[in-house]
Structure formats: structure tokens, C-alpha cells
């Protein structure tokens, strides 16, 4: 069994995978749009675009790796207003060089809730929320 993370960017989906490929490196393996959907009763009104929710040009469901992580993403019911709370995503690179790069990257267009520092269980360490509002820990090793 395992857990993953899936991420509804509300809209900004194809945004969002494509921050995460410059910022982080990440691989995009799998992508359909809600006009793909073989099964187009099943998303009544996403496919044609007649129903309120989202677009067929929208992402229905992605998934993409951050290093040896999978996330899944979508763009949920296009509602233009993505909430990431209660969680964080902890990005754990091999130094403090890559911890900076990487926290630098993620802090472009976003905000910084803690600048990264070292302290006494990291090298580097920093809380940061992307330009999407997803909050990420930033956490190399001691």
C-alpha cells in the first residue's frame, strides 16, 4: 500500500507542471484532459464543456515526479480557487547548495513563511508557499 499526494490546482494545472519542471526537475508521466475521458457519461458536461464545472481543455488527472516521488494533479472542477491547507510537501535534497537552488526556486512568484537557515536538525532549512499556495518544506540533511 502506499499514500501519494494529489494536488487540484483549481484551473492552473498545466501552470503548476510546468513551474515544477523548471523549478524542481520534475517528469511529467501521464496527462489527460477531461475531453479525453473514454468515458464521457461519466464526466457529463466536462468533455463538451456545457456544464459548469471544468473546461475540456483542463487537466483531469496528471501525474509527475519530483525525484523518486510521484504527485498526481488535476484541475479538479476548475473552480479558480485552489486551497492547500493543513499540509505541506517536504523536499529533501542532498545538500544545502541544492536546498537553496531549490527554495529559491519554489519562492519565485510565492511567499516565504521562513527563510532557509541551517539549524540543529538541518543544514538548510525553510518553509516557503509556491506561487500556487502549495506549502513546501524545504529540509537537507544534517
Not at 26 to 47: F, I
Not at 90 to 104: E, G, I, M, Q, V
Amino acid at each position: 500500500m502506499k499514500v501519494e499526494s494529489y494536488l487540484m490546482f483549481e484551473g492552473r494545472c498545466d501552470e503548476a507542471l510546468e513551474f515544477y519542471r523548471r523549478a524542481l526537475g520534475a517528469q511529467v508521466t501521464m496527462l489527460m484532459r477531461y475531453k479525453d475521458n473514454p468515458e464521457p457519461a461519466a464526466g457529463e458536461g466536462c468533455a463538451d464543456g456545457s456544464g459548469p464545472g471544468p473546461k475540456p481543455e483542463m487537466v483531469m488527472h496528471a501525474s509527475f515526479t519530483v525525484g523518486d516521488t510521484q504527485i498526481m494533479a488535476s484541475d479538479g472542477m476548475g473552480s479558480g480557487h485552489a486551497s492547500f491547507q493543513g499540509i505541506s510537501l517536504a523536499l529533501s535534497p542532498a545538500n544545502a547548495a541544492d536546498a537553496k537552488r531549490y527554495f529559491d526556486a519554489l519562492a519565485d512568484g510565492g511567499k516565504v513563511q521562513m527563510p532557509l537557515t541551517k539549524t540543529f536538525f538541518s543544514q538548510a532549512f525553510g518553509m516557503v508557499a509556491d506561487r500556487f499556495g502549495v506549502p513546501w518544506m524545504v529540509v537537507a540533511p544534517e
